[in-house]
């Protein structure tokens, strides 16, 4: 007689699903860039050379960050930064494409972000990027003069602006779109109209503006923003944005978040969200941190080597106090914009645990609320404002 045997337990070999969406930014040469900008988060000095990922990880990043979103994700983001990401060249990219097609369920829509300075750009790239539908963000900062003062070449005599116009020319014969990245710090602060009306002059119709954050070179190069600063900067492009009346033409995303949180109440950024947390970032030899801003032995998550599933590493970050409390700071449960501003970033939050910013986002969002708050924060008011503001039916 034939014994049937039983099969053993069947291993866990897939990750575990999140239950919530999450990203991790991506580094494939980590700090390595060919400019070396005055105020970069990571200290170029120390950081002449990319490091490059480790090849062998791709693949099993790929295959666990795809199986371990949750189950009802239509839309998985990859989103890949540095340093200058382009410098991890070309096949570096396609391999990752086609490993996304490999892994990627049936229903599922892959996006991917690239944050560049697009003075690598070629006519190659830009086929390929368009190809797979990339979404290019490119850091500019302003005018010719504005740009060249801060962003440059390695040995800082060379200013970037030419080659980034160069790129950017490129993306638009290629037709695709991309969003203009500023970062705003004081000496930059009176200059909102110019910076603004130079990139809708170049074509930029998806604009950000982000508070410079005091970390890496920035620090040592004592770099400042003042909240009042930065909401005198983003009122005086909240004004020109108004007298152009750019309103569904020009989509500065500190503006369009306000309007989409205010009647949606959820926030497009993590920044302005109640709770932050799943926004991650791993490091060339897959060293994971709970966001690219808290990149330090407190929000050390762990290190990615295939073994541990990316679903409990989001579980670890999501349980780290910096993001659980970020909206539940005492000044802010009475404040009147809370709505769309959930008390900032934790990296801006000081030593007296007050956010630095607090005054800035306050004028600002005092001011683009003041015409939106007649209406109702449900779909009824969202109808009513497309109606009346928009001319929408
Ligand atoms: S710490 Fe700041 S940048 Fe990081 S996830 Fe939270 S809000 Fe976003
Ligand atoms: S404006 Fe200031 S007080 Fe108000 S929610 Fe933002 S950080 Fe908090």
Redesign the pocket.
Known sequence: MKIAFYDPPVLQTKPLRSAIPFHILLKPVGAGCNLKCDYCYYPQSEQQKAVPMIKAMLEPFIKNYVAAQPAYSKEINFVWQGGEPLLAGLDFYKRAVSLQKHYTPQGVRIINTLQTNATLLTPAWCRFLKQHDFIIGVSLDGPEEVHNRYRHNRKGNIGSYDEVIKGIRLLQQFEIEFNILTVIHDDVADLGREIYLHFVQLGGRYIQFQPLMLEGDALGQGFTLSAENWGKFLNSVYQQWQQHHHLGKVFVMNIEQVYSQYFTQVSTSCVHSERCGTNMMMETKGEIYACDHQADQRHYLGLFNGEKGLSDFVNSSVALPFGQNK?R?K??QQ?D??MV????CPAHVNQSGR?Q???G??AF?SNVLKPVRQYARNAQGVQSWRREVLGIR
């Open positions: 909206s700071r000044e802010c404040c914009v809370k501003c959930q008390g900032g956010n910013l607090c005054e986002y306050y969002f």
